[in-house]
Structure formats: structure tokens, C-alpha cells
């Protein structure tokens, strides 16, 4: 197995169900710091969900509020921002990372504090992202997940890395549909990146199945400048 290859989008998204990912990288190019975060379901209750923009941050929102069964790990803040930090998360760990960021701790040490979803028997990982522009840019990824079947303990892993041209990674929640669902498995997957967000979302949006896909930001931001280009698709349009 070549640990160095790099997979198209459309390699690592054949299964029906990988459930939330997230990929952070750099384009081919070296200009664009990239993000992307998109949301999969299978019950009615995750499905009746898109994304929206308010004040610079992303959302799940309901699609249709009569018909919410239980907002509690559906609904939250996605993307948000604070100071030259762009984070990226499947959960409200998103608040969680900037808050501790502005309390003088870190995306790590603030994940600490948190750990995989109470929705048994799947017992969900948190997967998040720190996108950082402070002196120059690199980013990390981190995911939470229980040591076992009983949820007896949380393993946090985080990964940090130097920006290669062409390269990004991937880390999703599942590897797989079953129930309960399979829990992703080793580092975050490498990921072509090309220049064009165009491109890149249409690659993912056709990629994920066409049943349980939801909704997708991708994010380009310009290195550079700090100019920034934004796609949001939801499957569903209010």
C-alpha cells in the first residue's frame, strides 16, 4: 500500500454511508487554503436539515421545523470564526473550540473537554478542524471517539499539519452503513485538491450517495490576501 498516494474525492466517498466529513487542505496551486464540511443522514430527523450563513458563521438548520424530532446533535453551529482561526466541526464542539480559544486555551485543549456524541449504540465521533491564518497558514484535525462498545472512554486524537500544494485530508464519522454504525478508523485520509471550488464541490456533492446526502460548504481562502470564496448546496432549498 503506497502511504503517500493521494485519492480523489471520489475514491474515499464510494461507500453509501460515511456519514459527516470534514477535509482541510491546500489547492494545487498553493493559493487557496481550502475547507469543506458536509452533512449525510439516514433517519427522517437528520435529513430534514440545510446549512445557512448568518453573520459569518454556517448553521444546520431545519429544513421543515414542524416535522424536528430532537435538535440536540442535528442543530448547531458548523463554521465559525475567531480571530485568524477558521473552525470547522460535525457538532456543537464548534462553540466549545472558540470559546476556549478566547479564554486563553487551544483547539486541542479546549476538546478536552468534550468527547463522542451520547447517541448509543453508535456513539458518534466528534470530528473537527482549525484552519490558521496567523503566520502564514497550517491546520489540525482532531476526532473523538469511545475506546469501546459501553462508550466507557473517550480516545482523542489530534493531527497537525504543514500545507503541501495539491493536498488535503479527510475525516469522516463512519466507514460504512451497519448498526450500529462503524466508527472511522487511523489518520485522516489524503485527498487531491484542485484550484477551482467549482470543481471541488461538484466532485464532492456527486460523490456522496445520492439517498443520504444533505448539504456542503467548501470554503477557498486566498493565502495571500485573505480573500475568501464560499459554496454552500443543500439538497433541500427553502
Known sequence: MDIYKINTIKELTRDPYVGRGIIAGLSEDGRSAVAAYFIMGRS??????????HGGAVFTEPFDASKVEDPSLIIYAAV???GRKLIVTNGDQTDTIVEGI??????????????????????TPRISAELDFSDGF??????????????????????????????GHFIHTYVGDGNPLPTFQGEPERVAIP????????DIWESLNEDNKISLFVRYTDVRTGGVNQKIINKYVK
Open 44 to 53: 427522517a430527523n437528520s435529513r430534514n436539515r440545510v446549512f445557512a450563513e
Open 102 to 123: 478566547r479564554l486563553g486555551s487551544n483547539f486541542s485543549g479546549a476538546l478536552r473537554t468534550r468527547e463522542f456524541e451520547p447517541d448509543a449504540p453508535n456513539l
Open 138 to 167: 497550517n491546520y489540525k484535525m482532531s476526532i473523538l471517539k469511545s475506546e469501546d462498545e459501553k462508550g466507557s472512554q473517550c480516545a482523542r486524537y489530534t493531527f497537525e499539519y504543514a500545507p503541501i500544494a495539491g493536498l
Open 195 to 202: 484550484n477551482s471550488i467549482e470543481e471541488f464541490s461538484r
Open 80 to 82: 465559525r470564526e475567531i
